[in-house]
């Protein structure tokens, strides 16, 4: 009974979830009359393309109703703290808010990404957990403060559909990026393959070493040459520091990290992996997005799937 879904724990044994997955991949519209007459709201706090298409297009092949506020555009600006005194230039607490948007669906999405100010307010996912306790509803995250698990779910069927062994060796490499990126991305991936029985392989620059509940039992290895070493998929992410004082800086952004052909050399004919949106010749250069190894528009598409297994188990509950 799926009542939230904002980590991983939400939706296991990942056997099941993939089993889900091939079953709406197969037959997208098969379930159109689950949805009938059910609203899905989805709430943006940040800027979306893939999530907000995606997601819409998940619900309307589940013939769901779907309608959307972005916060930023045309809401009132939402004060989130409780306890002060309103005489600023926010109209409207989000305890009153969110009740009144739980009153107008029957299932909420929600992106609310890190603020990347202040590490607790963030890793405690203010936002998405005050949702879960107020709305009513069921409540999916969109991408939250410290994950992304539709973006996840999606990578990981994606790994599913290419791997050429049943073990395959994956990287999760940090890659350059001119502005602070929240480490939700690169948490929430690294929580789904410690999930597998896969080979998971982590590097990063020293500094940028991501939140232990995360890593577990992940090998980080610091040396990039030795970290793509027989790789069969290469999944890059940028993020800002985790650690201490530095957290929410970019310390640096090395292009010695960008992913190029000489470095996917080292591999074992790996796939490119990124969720995009990315930032070409910072992340990953022209011409390894731009090759057949490349399968970031079916990890991409892919999205879809991910959404409506979540929306149909979702719905299931209503
Ligand atoms: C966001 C992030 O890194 O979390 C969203 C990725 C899906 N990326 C940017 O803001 C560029
Ligand atoms: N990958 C992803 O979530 O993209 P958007 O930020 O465009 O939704």
């Not at 098969?30 to 899905?40: F, R, V």
């Not at 979306?48 to 297009?57: A, D, F, K, N, V």
């Not at 530095?246 to 074992?268: C, I």
Request: glycine content about 4%; some cysteine; aromatic content about 10%.
């Amino acid at each position: 009974m799926m009542k939230k879904f904002t980590a991983v724990e939400d939706i296991l044994p990942l056997q099941s979830a993939l089993t889900w997955a091939k079953e709406v991949k197969a037959n997208p519209f098969a379930d159109q009359s689950m949805g009938k007459n059910k609203t899905l709201l989805m709430v943006f706090f940040n800027a979306s393309l893939r999530t907000r298409l995606s997601t819409q297009r998940a619900a309307l092949n589940m013939g769901m109703n779907v309608i959307v506020l972005d916060i930023n555009q045309g809401a009132w600006k939402l004060e989130t703290e409780h306890g002060v005194v309103m005489d600023g230039d926010k109209s409207e607490h989000i305890l009153e808010a969110i009740p009144v948007m739980g009153t107008y669906c029957d299932i909420i999405g929600v992106r609310a990404f890190a603020n990347l100010q202040n590490r607790d307010d963030d890793y405690a996912e203010i936002i998405l957990n005050q949702f879960i306790r107020y709305s009513g509803k069921p409540v999916f995250s969109m991408e939250g403060a410290t994950r992304h698990p539709l973006q996840s779910f999606a990578d990981l069927i994606t790994i599913e559909e290419y791997k050429r062994t049943p073990k395959p060796k994956v990287l999760l490499t940090w890659t350059p990026h001119p502005k602070a990126l929240p480490q939700a991305v690169a948490n929430s991936f690294a929580e789904w393959m410690n999930q597998t029985d896969y080979e998971f392989i982590i590097t990063h620059p020293e500094g940028y070493e991501l939140d232990a509940k995360f890593v577990k039992n992940a090998r980080v290895e610091y040396d990039i040459e030795k970290a793509y070493k027989g790789v069969d998929f290469v999944y890059a992410k940028n993020w800002s520091a985790y650690t201490g004082e530095n957290y929410g800086r970019v310390l640096h952004a090395n292009k010695q990290w960008t992913v190029d052909a000489r470095k996917m050399a080292l591999t074992e004919n790996a796939f490119f992996m990124h969720c995009l949106p990315v930032r070409r010749n910072m992340i990953v250069t022209d011409e390894v997005i731009e090759s057949p190894a490349s399968i970031v528009i079916p990890e991409a598409a892919n999205r879809v799937v991910s959404a409506q297994v979540v929306l149909r188990e979702m719905l299931k509950t209503l």
